[in-house]
């Protein structure tokens, strides 16, 4: 059974840190995992994403201050968010994207967790 378990998320105040981390089991050779996020009244969007061979790629209104990682070993994608404004406040979800032995495309989610940025 696939599962996407995220970590990480709570309260902080604006200027400080998060780091999320989101474990995925029951899945074959992951080729993108990322992040995304929702806000209240926003649509989904893609915060950052990386391939498994390391390339990232980010949301211009992150770069320079989040940092996406992964562990290819542990199928786990880390995302360090450091200098946190409220307007980052949203429900942030992991995902994992690939292809299956049987050469069927897949694109799992977590069930989410939320960050919280106070002012």
């Known amino acids: 059974q696939v599962q996407l378990v995220e970590s990480g998320g709570g309260l902080v105040q604006a200027g400080g840190s998060l780091r999320l981390s989101c474990a995925a089991s029951g899945i074959f050779k992951i080729n993108v995992m990322g992040w995304y996020r929702q806000a209240p009244g926003k649509e989904r969007e893609l915060v950052a994403d990386?391939?498994?061979?390391?390339?990232?790629n980010y949301a211009d209104s992150v770069k320079g201050r989040f940092t996406i990682s992964r562990d290819n070993a542990k199928n786990t994608v880390y995302l360090q968010m450091d200098i946190l404004n409220t307007e980052d406040t949203a429900v942030y979800y992991c995902?994992?994207?690939?292809?299956?032995?049987?050469?069927?495309?897949?694109?799992?989610w977590g069930q989410g967790t939320q960050v919280t940025v106070s002012s």
């Open positions: 995902n994992a994207v690939g292809v299956r032995p049987d050469l069927v495309r897949y694109d799992y």
């Open positions: 990386m391939t498994s061979g390391g390339s990232a």
